[in-house]
């Protein structure tokens, strides 16, 4: 098994900034990508942004630049820095990990975090 905790989700005005955290624990071979996913109320949930062991990154349509994902193997934590945050990223935001190459669908992660909610206020 894997764990995940998130951190660093709040309130933010429009135009912040917010640094999430994942820590993974457990079987960490599992962790080949690392993803952040969100989910806003009454929608379905959206892949952000993955990242692998070799710092490949792989980005959902909407981030723009906004958004850079970044991982540190040693500490076995992936991050996401959001720059520019809009109303419309308010969510709540899920770190994911799966055995294999990056992904964007939800059912190809095996390891899901409990989620942090990110507000942003207009």
């Known amino acids: 098994q894997v764990q995940l905790v998130e951190s660093g989700g709040g309130l933010v005005q429009a135009g912040g900034s917010l640094r999430l955290s994942c820590a993974a624990s457990g079987r960490l071979f599992s962790t080949d990508t690392m993803a952040w996913f969100r989910q806003a109320p009454g929608k379905e949930r959206e892949f952000v942004a993955a990242i692998n062991r070799s710092g490949f990154k792989y980005y959902g349509d909407f981030v723009k630049g906004r958004f850079t994902v970044s991982r540190d193997n040693a500490k076995n934590t992936v991050y996401l820095q959001m720059n520019s945050l809009k109303p419309e990223d308010t969510a709540v935001y899920y770190c994911?990990?799966?055995?294999?190459?990056?992904?964007?669908?939800?059912?190809?992660?095996?390891?899901w975090g409990q989620g942090t909610q990110v507000t942003v206020s207009s």
């Open positions: 994911a990990a799966r055995l294999g190459p990056t992904a964007s669908l939800t059912s190809e992660y095996d390891y």
